[in-house]
């Protein structure tokens, strides 16, 4: 079945304490993309990676770390988190190419005390 | 700026009732217009895509949306709903040029009532 996995689908965690959310998707996509969504914010991009080792910042990259040394995986790195990044993540990919829509995960939520 | 505003941050309608959800969007040129659907607990479903085609799309579960340029819309209407349409929709665009990009919509929730 074709589909984008995220794990973990939920975390507790203290101000400061490195993590990693991982994302791998089995469509043999180009790009990926990571999101989190905010009450009244609808989805806004953190990251981005159009292929293997090719990455760049979304709107809202700060405090958020990417690699994308395998094309099935795009794992989001929170060095140092902090509360205000306390959110609903998601992932999602695409083929590359105008108009193709996105497959997305189920989501991550985080919540950074 | 490229953006994408939904008229509606909630929509209340009676089962078998039509559901109208309104999207508008600001883009410089041709864009490409997506409505996903996102269910309790879950990613982001999508229902449409518009991508220069016809101006009128048909979605999945009964869904669709027209495309109009001279209003700069993307509606997404469904002419019966059903209890399982409740959740939340969003109008996503995709500039020209930019499709490396979506800008999504703050979202619809939608309630649908016995």
């Known amino acids: 079945e074709a589909q984008v996995t995220q794990n973990p689908r939920y975390l507790i965690t203290v101000t400061g304490k490195k993590l990693t959310v991982t994302c791998s998707q089995n469509?043999?996509?180009?790009?990926m993309s990571w999101y989190r969504q905010d009450p009244g914010l609808g989805l806004r991009q953190i990251y981005y990676s159009m292929n293997v080792e090719v990455t760049d910042k979304g709107d809202v990259p700060e405090g958020y770390k990417v690699s994308r040394k395998e094309k099935r995986n795009f794992p989001l790195i929170l060095e140092s988190p902090s509360p205000n990044q306390t959110s609903l993540y998601f992932c999602?990919?695409?083929?590359?190419?105008?108009?193709?829509?996105?497959?997305f995960g189920d989501g991550t939520r985080l919540s950074i005390l | 700026a490229q953006s994408v505003t939904q008229l509606d941050s909630h929509v209340s309608v009676s089962e078998g009732t039509p559901v109208l959800l309104r999207c508008n969007y600001s883009?410089?040129?041709?864009?490409?217009l997506f409505w996903y659907v996102q269910h309790p607990n879950k990613g982001l479903q999508l229902l449409l895509k518009y991508t220069s085609a016809a101006t009128l799309v048909k979605g999945i579960n009964g869904f669709e949306a027209e495309f109009k340029k001279s209003e700069t819309s993307f509606h997404l209407t469904k002419p019966s709903a059903h209890m399982s349409d409740a959740a939340e929709y969003f109008c996503?665009?995709?500039?020209?040029?930019?499709?490396?990009?979506?800008?999504f919509g703050a979202g619809t929730r939608l309630a649908v009532h016995p």
């Open positions: 883009s410089s040129y041709s864009p490409s």
């Open positions: 996503v665009v995709t500039p020209s040029g930019g499709y490396n990009k979506l800008i």
């Open positions: 469509m043999n996509h180009e790009y």
């Open positions: 999602a990919s695409r083929l590359q190419g105008v108009g193709q829509p996105q497959h």
